[in-house]
């Protein structure tokens, strides 16, 4: 046997062998192909805010076939997307409470106390870092990264420096909480029509000394709903949405109006 023909066979046997090999490795790799990710995915609003726990839109429709992710994930989509993945999945549409961005304090370049001046990076996370040259250790640094991340145009800041939620525009998507790093916005339910305005755990006396409208645990609020929905912790009045069901007298009696009441939600729900 010729030393060219040997070379065709041993040539021939390897691509043989690396042939059936590549076809055994894509059978075993291949990736699941189903339809009902491109169409859940066409369903989603294509925001990919990362409010449902999922890198974007693609991975979440991905996560809904193939590992039974929930289906009532999506924040920006709301009842309609909820109920377009439950008609292509098959499934019932079972769709959480709306919920919408609340900031948590009112202290603001009029209210909160400056003792020094912040030069560094203009971004909450860095003045975070040093305080901002604010005295209060728990509020508003005013520097916007909240505004930054939001995809929907539903939070700004106001000229006292204090973020404002538009709430007709917020989706519930979370990611302004997300990028606050002193944690005084949260996600709560759009039904929500009383709010305590402020984060510090600091005993009243020392609350005063650097804010005008912070909370000074008198427990005023607690008092007057009997402790039903609003309770006092770490010098704090909390107030939990799904277990109030108080007027407004809270914050017409709160000495310091760090109450927020809005008449108009609670109108709405007194009518349904």
């Known amino acids: ?152 145009d539903a939070i700004h800041m106001n000229d006292n420096h204090i973020p404002v939620v538009d709430e007709d525009k917020c989706t519930g998507c979370g990611m302004c909480a997300e990028a606050c790093p002193r944690d005084i916005i949260e996600m709560m339910p759009k039904t929500t029509y009383l709010t305590v305005n402020c984060k510090s755990e600091d005993k009243g006396a020392q609350v005063m000394k650097y804010c005008s409208v912070g909370c000074i645990g008198c427990g005023i609020c607690v008092k007057l709903n009997n402790g039903e929905g609003i309770t006092m912790k770490n010098n704090l009045a909390v107030v939990d949405p799904s277990q109030f069901h108080g007027d407004g007298m809270a914050a017409e009696k709160c000495p310091k109006k760090t109450i927020v009441f809005q008449s108009e939600k609670y109108e709405k729900l007194q009518q349904s």
């Not at 690396?18 to 989603?44: H, N, S, Y």
């Not at 520097?143 to 930054?148: L, R």
Request: with cysteine; hydrophobic share 45%.
């Open 1 to 152: 046997m010729s030393i060219l023909l040997l070379s065709v066979i041993v040539i021939g046997s390897l691509g043989l062998l690396f042939g059936l090999g590549l076809a055994f490795a894509a059978k075993k790799l291949a990736v699941p192909v189903d339809e009902r990710v491109a169409q859940i995915e066409e369903a989603l609003p294509g925001a990919n805010c990362g409010a449902c726990g999922f890198a974007g839109c693609s991975a979440y429709a991905d996560a809904i076939v193939f590992k039974k992710a929930e289906i009532n994930k999506c924040a920006p989509g709301g009842a309609e997307v909820v109920e377009k993945i439950a008609e292509i999945m098959g499934l019932s549409a079972e769709v959480s409470e709306p919920v919408v961005a609340k900031v948590l304090c009112k202290g603001g370049d009029k209210e909160a106390k400056r003792s020094s001046v912040y030069e560094g990076v203009q971004t909450c996370a860095a003045a975070n870092l040093t305080g901002g040259g604010k005295d209060c250790p728990y509020g508003c640094l005013g520097f916007g990264d909240c505004v930054a991340v939001c995809e929907f």
